[in-house]
Antibody
Framework: EVQLVESGGGLVQPGRSLRLSCAAS????????MHWVRQAPGKGLEWVSG????????DYGDSVKGRFTISRDNAKNSLYLQMDSLRAEDTAVYYC??????????????WGQGILVTVSS | QSALTQPPSASGSPGQSVTISCTGT?????????VSWYQQHPGKAPKLMIY???KRPSGVPDRFSGSKSGNTASLTVSGLQADDEADYYC??????????FGGGTKLTVL
């Protein structure tokens, strides 16, 4: 059974940093591109970042570019999102997602349960 | 990276069919056959319903179908059921490892 479990969320002050983790199991993690997608309260889905199977291809949504960093450790079946210079508008539920392919774009066929990040003073 | 355009709402009676549109540009929907559709019930994680424009993952009923014409993709739900009431999002590959989502459509089963 495919499982994606996010951790590391919580309340953080504006300007501070937070690191999200996603523990993956039940599939060949090293052969899957991965994503972070977020959803602000009452709003739609927003793609945050994606990373290819070998970390060779990475990109970010415009709203987080230069502040967030995605990474993965295939030996640990784990995906990460380092979030720096956090703003109130980064408040959202963050989902970890598995792509159907080795490169970004095939469709996100499995999603974690999501973790809430609240940026507030 | 502009969001894809979806109607905010759609509705239909049980047993009817409804189609939700997703309009992008010649740089995303119109260029790549990597359009996906997701269903999201309140408080739940999204679920993949269609990928690569027309393909259904295992377990998704064939009442759900996808298509594309030019810069617009569509999701059709046939034989509407009460459990189909949810938010639906489209997404498209937009090149250079970028993904873009639509704003979402709330489907109401009357």
């Amino acid at each position: 059974e495919v499982q994606l479990v996010e951790s590391g969320g919580g309340l953080v002050q504006p300007g501070r940093s937070l690191r999200l983790s996603c523990a993956a199991s039940g599939f060949s993690f090293e052969n899957s591109a991965m994503h972070w997608v977020r959803q602000a309260p009452g709003k739609g889905l927003e793609w945050v970042s994606g990373i290819s199977w070998n970390s060779g291809s990475i990109d970010y949504g415009d709203s987080v570019k230069g502040r967030f960093t995605i990474s993965r450790d295939n030996a640990k079946n784990s995906l990460y999102l380092q979030m720096d210079s956090l703003r109130a508008e980064d408040t959202a539920v963050y989902y970890c997602g598995k792509d159907k392919g080795v490169w970004v774009g095939g469709g996100i066929d499995y999603w974690g349960q999501g973790i809430l990040v609240t940026v507030s003073s | 990276q502009s969001a894809l355009t979806q109607p905010p709402s759609a509705s239909g009676s049980p047993g009817q069919s409804v189609t939700i549109s997703c309009t992008g540009t010649s740089s995303d929907v119109g260029f790549y056959n990597y359009v996906s559709w997701y269903q999201q019930h309140p408080g739940k994680a999204p679920k993949l319903m269609i990928y690569e424009v027309t393909k259904r993952p295992s377990g998704v009923p064939d009442r759900f179908s996808g298509s594309k014409s030019g810069n617009t993709a569509s999701l059709t739900v046939s034989g509407l059921q009460a459990d189909d009431e949810a938010d639906y999002y489209c997404s498209s590959y937009a090149g250079r490892n970028n993904l873009v989502f639509g704003g979402g459509t709330k489907l109401t089963v009357l």
